[in-house]
């Protein structure tokens, strides 16, 4: 028996990487998976088919998160399939690095509304299932570096800070309503996204986490399956899953 049993989640940014991993570990614990993309189909239906291959339940839903429209339409679409929604990961996100000095109005607007945009478009069109149902876990993920200062990053930096504090406001906001919600901080994961960066700094990087090693997919997975099933009475943190990298 799975701790997800019966359960339906929804988790953006599937096809690849983070959300992948949790996707995965999610339907592994007998959740009903919806399992999001933007443009990745074939890497998102190669992941439905392994969660088949289990046994397990799946849905695809293509949607822009970063389009109110579309980020609704997608809840929507989960409701109308399974009845029920009771975890959402907000996950879904890009960068385009650049120094402050380069920076352009797009690669502001497009990172933000991207990253931070997306989780409140989420959020807002889950909530009255969830509301209406008194059950649910709304999970952020963040990043380490909405924590500290990251050079070329001031877009990608300040919509994950925002992230943070829009958790704790809307943990205070759906307490009473029993829904928790909080925010995991990856440090460095192994994925698509870290491996842009050139092999001479990502040895840099590793000489500063304590636990010697980049983090995986699975790693941040653990977390956000512990924040759906074994956390009732946890809402407005921030769980930081990084091998010690950033000790306040
Ligand atoms: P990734 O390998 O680049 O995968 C990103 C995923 O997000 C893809 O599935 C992509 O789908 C999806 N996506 C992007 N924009 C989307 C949109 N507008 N609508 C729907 N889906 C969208 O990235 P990752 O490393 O797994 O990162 C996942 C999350 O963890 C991100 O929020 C990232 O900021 C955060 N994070 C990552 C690290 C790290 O070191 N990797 C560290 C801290 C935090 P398509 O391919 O279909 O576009």
Known sequence: MGKLDGQVAIVTGASRGIGRGIALQMAREGAKVAINYRSSEAQAQELADEIKGFEGECMLVQADVGSPDEARDMVRRVFEQWGRID??????????????????????????????????????????????????????ISSMNGQVGAVGQSNYSASKGGIIAFTRTAALELARFNITVNTIAPGWTLTDMFAGVPDNIQDQIKGRIPLGRFGSSEDIAKAAVFLSTDADYITGEQLNVNGGAFMA
């Not at 797009?106 to 409140?120: C, H, I, P, R």
């Open 87 to 140: 975890v959402l990961v907000n996950n879904a996100g890009i960068t385009k690095d650049r120094t402050l000095r380069k920076m352009g109005d797009e690669d502001w607007q497009k990172v933000v509304n991207a990253n931070l945009g997306s989780v409140f478009y989420c959020t807002s069109a889950v909530m009255p299932i969830m509301v209406n149902q008194t059950h649910g876990h709304i999970i952020n």
